[in-house]
């Protein structure tokens, strides 16, 4: 499958989807599957002309924040996202957004089904906030063996020849207009399964469509879950971020790009109390005295991996609950 080896390397894999965009002799093929799509949308039109879609990616991917998202959390949200609540509503509003443009790089794919009941799988989501809506591009994975699109590239081309025409290919692009019900979708939300057909140039397929209607509103239902908590997990977590090299900044620069950070979501690390396995350990005794008030204050480590972490810790009461809270003033001699 498409990996990293570390969180910044994801920068690379922008970028190189950036010069996809920008050169790639097969670039023509998904801007003529995707174009019709893009003309259809309303938000997809700028003063009622509409995008050229491999522009406008190479706008947006260009200025894009990146966020590398961690398996666990992936695993944690992907599972519940049938069950778990995000908002009290089910509308996406811009408040919603964790930034204008952000990039999603999933350490691992999420599978979904398409309209007609395909399994894919989505590697990458780019999220741009544009006129009255939020528009969604979704990329899989091509060398993902479950991804039942990448086998039908793999019997045409040869799985190498396939990965080489791009790594991320484009699979979806869908506008999230402000205050349009995205949770809790019913069949009815969809268009029915003839204009379905139709819309993607495929109207000889309609008992496809028909067939796989129950399963792609679930599917879709999921994913959106699975984006707007995963937005909400970034806001309320404290993400980490890890700056490029050296080398690496070299070839941004020589790319020209803007990128130059990855933010890291990953789950966060349970506190627990050191196990005592010494039989000859005796507990230290500390003779509390009072109770006093701790500031909010940054804490900095190394973690296992080797990665830089920083937090916040929040203010809080420091000492046993039964015995008394000293409040102290703080005094400042300032000298010349």
């Known amino acids: 499958m498409a990996t990293v080896y570390r969180p910044i390397d994801v920068l690379e894999k922008q970028v190189d989807l950036v010069r996809w965009w920008t050169s790639s002799q097969y670039r023509h093929g998904f801007i003529e599957t995707f174009q019709d799509m893009i003309n259809k949308y309303a938000s997809m039109k700028n003063l009622d002309v509409p995008r050229e879609i491999d522009k406008y990616l190479i706008s947006r991917l260009d200025t894009a924040e990146t966020f590398y998202v961690r398996s666990p959390i992936i695993a944690r949200l992907w599972d519940f996202t049938d069950v778990y609540e995000t908002h009290e509503h089910e509308?996406?509003?811009p408040q919603d957004l964790p930034c204008e443009r952000g990039f999603f790089y999933l350490e691992r794919p999420i599978h979904t089904l398409d309209a007609r009941g395909r399994v894919t799988s989505i590697k990458a989501i780019l999220w741009s906030e544009e006129r009255e809506a939020v528009i969604l591009s979704e990329f899989s994975d091509a060398s993902d063996e479950l991804d039942e699109i990448s086998q039908m590239t793999f019997a045409q081309f040869g799985k190498q020849e396939a990965i080489s025409i791009c790594e991320l290919p484009l699979m979806h692009i869908v506008p999230w207009r402000w205050g349009r019900k995205v949770q809790n979708l019913t069949d009815e939300d969809f268009s029915n399964p003839e204009e379905l057909a139709d819309f993607h140039g495929e109207a000889g397929d309609l008992e496809t469509y028909k067939k796989f209607q129950g399963s792609y509103t679930f599917s879709v239902n999921r994913f959106n879950a699975f984006v707007i908590s995963l937005w909400e997990f970034v806001q309320e977590q404290i993400p980490f971020r890890i700056s490029a090299d050296r080398p690496m900044l070299r070839r941004l620069k020589r790319a020209h790009s803007p990128l130059k950070d990855v933010t890291v979501i990953d789950l966060r690390p349970v506190?627990?109390?050191?196990?005592?396995?010494?039989?000859?350990?005796?507990?230290?005794?500390?003779?509390?005295?009072?109770?006093?008030?701790?500031?909010?204050?940054?804490?900095?480590?190394?973690?296992?991996?080797?990665?830089?972490?920083?937090?916040t810790v929040s203010a809080h009461i420091k000492g046993p609950d039964h015995l008394q809270l000293i409040e102290k003033d703080r005094i400042f001699n300032v000298r010349k």
């Open 271 to 311: 506190d627990r109390p050191p196990q005592i396995t010494d039989p000859d350990h005796v507990p230290q005794f500390v003779p509390w005295s009072h109770r006093w008030r701790v500031r909010e204050h940054r804490r900095r480590w190394i973690d296992k991996h080797g990665n830089y972490r920083e937090t």
């Open 91 to 93: 509308v996406v509003l």
